[in-house]
């Protein structure tokens, strides 16, 4: 299990190392903007993006929210911070049952080496929804996932491996 883990986060790590030449390229050619300034040298304003809903399959659970990246003066360099915040509410009426919402961010450390880090949130009541935020330094992408499953501590390997992850943010975009 967890040689599967680690390569899930190398091959992570290199999909993002390999698409970095790619976004630089991307905003070279973009050239100029109507006012005579290059966009490499503009700086991206900091707004809240939101995103969702996004459900789980059976539509058992809901995650909805938004999300700030720093301004940034290079398009092609990892944002300086982004913070995610919204709600997760579970939609089963099983008393058994919780809605996950399931963050996977990449950040590169002071070395510019790519990590991965983990956010899991959950909520167990019937259309009780709970609060989350958090900020990360130097994020490459943030990925989510939304589950829906029966009571545990942590989500379980089919929730967090299963299927697809959902973009919100990724540096080079």
Not at 25 to 40: L, P, R, S, Y
Not at 120 to 139: D, E
Not at 150 to 171: H, I, R
């Amino acid at each position: 299990m967890t040689l599967t883990r680690s390569l899930a986060g190398i091959s992570l790590a290199a999909g993002i190392l390999a698409l970095a030449p790619l976004a630089t390229a991307t905003a070279a050619q973009a050239g100029t903007t109507q006012a005579g300034t290059t966009q490499a040298g503009a700086v991206q304003a900091a707004a809240a993006k939101s995103w969702g809903p996004y459900y789980a399959a059976g539509s058992k659970a809901k995650v909805t929210g938004s999300l700030t990246a720093a301004a940034k003066k290079d398009l092609s360099s990892p944002a300086p911070y982004v913070k995610v915040a919204g709600t997760v509410t579970s939609l089963n009426r099983k008393s058994t049952a919780c809605g996950w919402a399931l963050f996977r961010v990449s950040y590169f450390d002071s070395a510019n080496t790519p990590h991965l880090a983990y956010r899991n949130y959950r909520v167990c009541s019937y259309g009780a929804k709970k609060k989350f935020s958090f900020t990360i330094k130097k994020v490459g992408e943030v990925e989510l996932k939304v589950c829906s499953e029966t009571k545990a501590a942590k989500p379980s390997l089919n929730c967090q491996y299963a299927g697809s992850w959902k973009t919100l943010y990724a540096y080079y975009k």
